[in-house]
């Protein structure tokens, strides 16, 4: 079964720079989220989107943003790096925003900002 | 304040064993309650859900959880722990939060067994 890709799977940036992770969730999965995981630490939440429109925020950053586009897919864009911006990033999806939905989680994308 | 708890950092059990991995929570409303699995620099993983009904679920991996409202408790459960099991575990519920429902995390319980 498809399962939610995102990309790069690593990623290694220096300080003040800009970065892009993608997230392409399961086919027919209208919902999506960013979750930012320090090491030992429970994922925080970042942002959520439904049919394209932000449905959630939580602690994201101002120098952050994201989006979900038409075919569903998501980025999030992270700008001004900083050394505490390391950390593994994960997308999930789910089939709708309903809260009885669980929520389908990608491999993560490692960002380490030196 | 809203909140889920699981009191144990890390759970050590010998293979073959019966494992439990706590969660308690405190919300408002009715909660929906989740485990997730997470295995060494991967994603986390569904393993099952409480949302109404019986009070026993059953999940992936042959664990099984059970709701109890009046201790606010939905510890996971298996009845043979496996060398493979091991891996941090995560409760999350979410609640009424005025037209919405917020999802909370707890902080993850790292389960080891043991041959």
């Known amino acids: 079964a498809a399962g939610v890709i995102q990309s790069p799977r690593h990623l290694i940036k220096e300080k003040r720079e800009t970065a892009t992770l993608k997230c392409y969730p399961i086919p027919r999965h209208d919902t999506v989220y960013w979750y930012q995981q320090g090491p030992g630490q429970d994922p925080q939440f970042l942002i959520s989107?439904?049919?394209?429109?932000?449905?959630d925020k939580g602690s994201i950053p101002d120098r952050f943003s994201a989006q979900q586009f038409s075919d569903y897919h998501s980025e999030l864009n992270m700008s001004s790096l900083e050394l505490g911006d390391s950390a593994l990033y994960f997308c999930?999806?789910?089939?709708?925003?309903?809260?009885?939905?669980?929520?389908?989680f990608g491999p993560g994308t490692r960002l380490t900002v030196t | 304040a809203q909140s889920v708890a699981q009191p144990e950092d890390q759970v050590n059990v010998a293979e073959g064993n019966p494992l439990t991995v706590k969660c308690t929570y405190s919300?408002?409303?009715?909660?929906?309650l989740f485990w997730y699995v997470q295995y060494p620099n991967r994603g986390l993983q569904f393993l099952l859900k409480y949302i109404t009904g019986d009070n026993l679920v059953k999940g992936s991996y042959g664990f099984e959880a059970e709701f109890n409202k009046s201790q606010t408790s939905f510890h996971l459960k298996k009845p043979s722990a496996l060398v493979s099991d091991s891996a941090l575990y995560f409760c999350?519920?979410?609640?009424?939060?005025?037209?919405?429902?917020?999802?909370?995390w707890g902080l993850g319980t790292s389960l080891a067994v043991n041959p």
């Open positions: 919300v408002s409303g009715n909660p929906y």
């Open positions: 989107f439904y049919e394209k429109m932000q449905s």
């Open positions: 999350a519920v979410t609640y009424n939060a005025g037209n919405n429902r917020k999802l909370i």
């Open positions: 999930a999806s789910s089939l709708g925003q309903s809260s009885s939905y669980e929520q389908y």
